[in-house]
């Protein structure tokens, strides 16, 4: 979570109930994130106790069920596939899959006119060859629908007047409603997804949180208040993938999808594997050491405040082989001190002689959030952070705060930046000397992976950190994700970092205090398989029956 916090303090090996508020003393705000993070994971654990690791509620809400669709009577769509709305539990993580229905008239001299209560459906506008349901939103007992639901596509849009292909007969519908048809080319949270490759392919759930401030919501902060930046949300973030592959023997019986092998052999173990990397974190010794994992006495952190820093990986791959040769794809990392939550608004962009110039909403507060001429920062918007991209750092070239522009140096490989809510992200590593344990930059801006049981990577003020090596030569090596951080918090009361300690000897057999290597912190990613599908001559789908949802009954009876 990009936000600006003191630190994260939930831990649910401490088995906490709650947090309990104290008279006259200093509110924090990682007092009420740790309640919130409590009652959230005992709902969470709860529902996935009771439900399994994956289900939907039987009936009218069970959701996420996958189809091929079109208008009656005509071919289906070719290479997309329709996602049922309603809601689907993934290990115990609510996922909700709706749209907002809004009333419409006939047109009386037109039957395929209709004409909306509102312009916009689900926060978007009405657009020509959106795919909607019309329905009868009958809720009295005893009165039947006057048309069943059907799939329309809209062929012309003159304001609040929609004309629909496929269309039913009306039949003076007591309550009738349109609403938006979620597809796989057009989820909400999944913009531009993979072409669907031609033969089978497993359809699933990847489910995660994301981070929104402000920047992502204006909505967020409060207008009486002359518009501040407040608090910020996490939201449930749910994206239907798919990947190809083969049925192997379904004669075996259960689900498609149990029987289902990806082409990609190593997907698992990308998607759920234990080897994408363990970090450590101290102050840096003064003194020398026998030992570089013990904590001397005057181990010294150096900042003049408080920080949060934020290691995030940025470029996914294996580690770098310290080649010259080697930099290219290798996985790179980045860091912040303020946990990645410096950023600045984008009004605009511009892309040409091998620069970049943005114009921002603000250039910041004060100098320690501002921008500075050298510094890295990251082009990104809606789409981008959807899609886990990792585009190429920029630097710093020249800022004018007259106008609010910022010079950078270089240029993205694609459009980033022209998505919805596109903002700049300040990052804070520099290159230096690595002889000194200074970090080496990649072709990307960001900092390159050394693995090492005795190499600390210096980030600044005496905050260093370790990727440390697999266990053993028979290992696999480590794979890392893009997106995967970990959180460093640095205080000066201590004078040192915040982080796991556990004991351990010395080369001479005494016990002293070790750091502990930590798998990332986040994102955490949950999956859930959906369907197996096919896609044929001309991209039509077919959806092996049965699919792979699991169900659940309602707990009260009649």
């Not at 969470?44 to 994956?54: E, F, M, N, S, V």
């Not at 920062?377 to 959807?386: A, G, M, P, R, T």
């Not at 190429?392 to 140096?409: E, F, G, K, Y």
Request: aromatic share 8%; net charge negative; charged share 20%.
């Amino acid at each position: 979570m990009k936000a600006d916090l003191t630190r994260n303090t939930f831990d649910p090996f401490q088995h906490f109930a709650r947090v309990l508020m104290q008279q006259g003393r200093v509110q924090l705000d990682a007092d009420w994130n740790e309640q919130a993070s409590i009652l959230l994971h005992y709902v969470r654990t709860l529902a996935a106790d009771l439900i399994g690791p994956q289900g939907g509620p039987t009936g009218a809400s069970f959701g996420f069920a996958i189809t091929p669709f079109g208008a009656p009577g005509a071919t289906p769509v070719a290479n997309d596939f329709r996602i049922a709305l309603g809601r689907y539990y993934v290990d115990g993580i609510l996922c909700e899959a709706d749209s907002e229905p809004v009333g419409f008239v006939v047109q009386p001299n037109n039957a395929n006119q209709i004409r909306v209560d509102q312009w916009t459906l689900d926060g978007m506008p009405f657009q020509k060859n959106q795919w909607v349901e019309v329905f009868d939103d009958v809720q009295l007992p005893n009165v039947q629908q006057a048309f069943n639901p059907t799939v329309a596509q809209i062929s012309a849009v003159d304001k609040l007047t929609l004309t629909l292909l496929g269309a039913p007969a009306f039949n003076t519908p007591s309550a009738p409603k349109v609403r938006r048809v979620i597809t796989y080319l057009t989820q909400p949270d999944y913009p531009q997804p993979d072409a669907l490759a031609a033969g089978a392919s497993l359809v699933y759930l990847d489910v995660w949180e994301r981070l929104i401030s402000y920047v992502e919501d204006d909505a967020i902060r409060e207008v009486a208040l002359g518009g501040p930046d407040t608090a910020a949300r996490s939201k449930v973030v749910w994206q239907v993938k798919a990947v190809p592959g083969q049925q192997v023997d379904p004669a075996k019986g259960g689900s498609p999808c149990d029987n289902f092998t990806p082409t990609d052999k190593s997907l698992l173990a990308k998607l759920l594997g234990s080897n994408r990397g363990r970090l450590k974190a101290m102050a840096k010794q003064t003194t020398a050491s026998a030992n570089p994992c013990i904590i001397p006495p005057n181990a010294a952190y150096r900042g003049p405040e408080n920080q949060l820093y934020r290691v995030e990986i940025h470029r996914a791959g294996g580690v770098w082989d310290t080649t010259e040769n080697g930099k290219a794809g290798a996985a790179t990392f980045k860091w912040s001190r303020e946990n990645g939550s410096v950023v600045f608004p984008i009004v605009s962009i511009l892309t040409g002689n091998g620069s970049t110039t943005v114009t921002l909403e603000t250039l910041g507060r004060d100098d320690r959030l501002g921008l500075a001429e050298g510094e890295w920062v990251e082009i990104q918007d809606d789409v981008s952070v959807l899609q886990n991209r990792a585009e190429p750092l920029l630097q710093v070239q020249a800022i004018d705060r007259t106008n609010m522009t910022v010079t950078l140096s270089g240029t993205t490989v694609s459009k980033v930046g022209q998505g919805p809510h596109p903002l700049l992200r300040r990052w804070d590593q520099q290159e230096g000397d690595p002889a000194d344990g200074e970090l080496q930059l990649a072709n990307d801006g960001a900092a390159l992976i050394e693995e090492s049981a005795s190499k600390w990577l210096q980030l600044e003020d005496g905050v260093q950190i370790q990727f440390e090596p697999p266990d053993t030569k028979e290992s696999p090596p480590n794979q890392y994700r893009t997106g995967d951080y970990w959180l460093i918090p640095a205080r000066t009361a201590t004078g040192d970092v915040e982080w796991p300690t556990e004991m351990g000897q010395d080369s001479q057999g005494n016990p002293v205090i070790v750091h502990r290597s930590k798998p990332p912190d986040g994102v955490r990613h949950h999956y859930a398989p959906l369907a197996v599908i096919s896609v044929g001559p001309g991209g039509v789908i077919a959806v092996e029956a049965p699919d792979c949802r699991k169900q659940f009954p309602p707990s009260a009876k009649s």
